[in-house]
């Protein structure tokens, strides 16, 4: 059974857990077939645990002063999108480990009525979800969450989200993962920067984090300065970004933090559907649980 996360990764799945009933009782009357895909969707279970954190600076910060009394375990996002009602049409998990997608696939057992409605695609979400999202989405609308282990979603994975026009989106962005990545100097390991560029799909995230102070000379005639804030200059940008593909707009992220109130990650809702109606009843409804997180 994994074990990871703390306090954060409940809030996350409370949040989703409420959308998604909202979402289905909504649409419950529309001519839509309705889909639920989950793009890191684990083993359906998690524990939280006590970690000393990792060594990758592109992962997350996992909640280091978790309850350790507390190994009781609860639902993963699949269980509970296979428990909202009303139901999905059909639901997709994507898991590229093959023992986690193995335990997805036992989930059918446990949700015998659901079987015919449920696949498990063992591969990398960057390379299963633009297969998805390039079908036929006319007579289809649905909800995708995105909850990566750090910086493993590309840009062009969300842009092929946001062409579907019918999805509305869930993501966890990696705010601590990134931040660690962005030094004070501004000198960045070249890894490092294809990361951040892969993420965001440009390299102006530079010009937005990073001041120059003339007055301070070096060789090339400034000094670089991090943004006083960089997490919310970050997440600002990252919602800047997300608006420029997502045609029904991006609503403020809710900050998740650990139990030191570090940031670790901006929870974004994100519309793809540009129609006015459809897209103010989805950020009605997400607003209103993102503010009472």
């Given at each position: 059974m994994p074990t990871f996360g703390g306090y954060w990764t409940q809030q996350k799945l409370d949040v989703l857990a409420r959308y998604l009933g909202a979402y289905t009782t909504a649409l419950k009357r529309q001519p839509f077939e309705?889909?639920?895909i989950d793009a890191f969707a684990g083993s359906g279970s998690?524990?939280?645990r006590r970690t000393k954190g990792r060594s990758d600076p592109t992962l997350f910060d996992e909640d280091e002063e978790g309850a350790e009394d507390d190994r009781s375990y609860r639902h993963g996002s699949a269980r509970i999108a296979l428990e909202t009602q009303p139901g999905f049409d059909r639901y997709?998990?994507?898991?590229?480990?093959?023992?986690k997608a193995g335990a997805l696939a036992s989930l059918k057992s446990e949700y015998p009525s659901l079987t015919a409605r449920t696949e498990v695609i063992s591969d990398d979400a960057n390379n299963a979800i633009p297969r998805l999202c390039a079908e036929d989405w006319h007579s289809r609308r649905g909800v995708i969450?995105?909850?990566p282990f750090g910086m493993e979603v590309r840009?062009?994975?969300?842009?092929?989200?946001?062409?579907t026009g019918a999805l509305?989106?869930?993501?966890?962005?990696p705010?601590?993962?990134?931040?660690?990545?962005?030094t004070k100097t501004g000198a960045i390991d070249s890894h490092w920067e294809e990361a951040l560029n892969q993420t965001l799909g440009t390299n102006?995230?530079?010009?937005a984090m990073y001041s120059t102070a003339g007055d301070q000379l070096t060789l090339d005639g400034s000094v670089p300065i991090k943004a006083k804030q960089p997490t919310a200059a970050l997440w600002q940008f990252a919602k800047g970004r997300l608006q420029t593909i997502f045609g029904g707009g991006v609503d403020n992220p809710a900050i998740l933090r650990n139990s030191k109130n570090s940031p670790l990650f901006a929870f974004f809702f994100a519309v793809s559907n540009p129609n006015p109606r459809a897209s103010g009843l989805a950020h009605k409804i997400g607003k209103h649980i993102l503010d009472h997180i």
């Open positions: 309705l889909l639920y998690w524990q939280p997709v998990f994507i898991e590229r480990s093959r023992r969450f995105i909850d840009w062009e994975t969300l842009e092929a989200i946001a062409r509305d989106m869930w993501l966890l962005f705010l601590g993962a990134m931040n660690r990545l962005l102006e995230w530079r010009s």
